[in-house]
């Protein structure tokens, strides 16, 4: 994600964490959205710079940065972080989400995933670049996707704050 939310970001190029990742036009999407996986098998799935959805090695939740507010797994709920900036700082404040709040992002998260996965079953997508250049990562994006859509436990383990 960009340090700054107007910065624009070759995910391709500079997410260089993201090991395998391919950047696809698809039918239904206004931006390109880029898919990448990092060494232990955890997929990032960028639609334009928002929404991102990033999963652990299981496909479970474990940060989002979703209509300019990043949220971060606290296992059971999500942390909303919202920057504040002062002439001196930034700050990010953080609010646990509410079940009902929780359950409307799953399921904004889940409509945008499905849609998603619909566009790849049905092949209306166009694969821009790929690193590895002719790396085919379609068939395990759907098998992640599918997962994420049918699991319950959804969510991952809290992520700790760094000290």
Known sequence: MARH?????DLIREAIALIRRTEL??????????IGFRSNGAMSVF??????????ATGRLRRAY?????YRS??????KLDRVRTPEQTI?????LNAAELQSFRTAMCECLSKLQTALTDGRFQRLRSIPENADLIPEIQRVL???DR???WLSDEIRSRK
């Open 146 to 148: 599918a997962s994420i």
């Open 74 to 79: 606290q296992h059971s709920t999500l942390a």
């Open 66 to 70: 979703v209509g300019g507010s990043l």
């Open 5 to 9: 939310e107007s910065d624009r970001e």
């Open 25 to 34: 036009v698809v039918g239904g999407f206004s931006e390109a959205i880029t």
């Open 92 to 96: 990010l404040q953080r609010r646990d």
């Open 151 to 153: 699991d319950d436990d």
């Open 47 to 56: 639609v334009g710079q928002d929404p991102v959805y990033q999963f652990d």
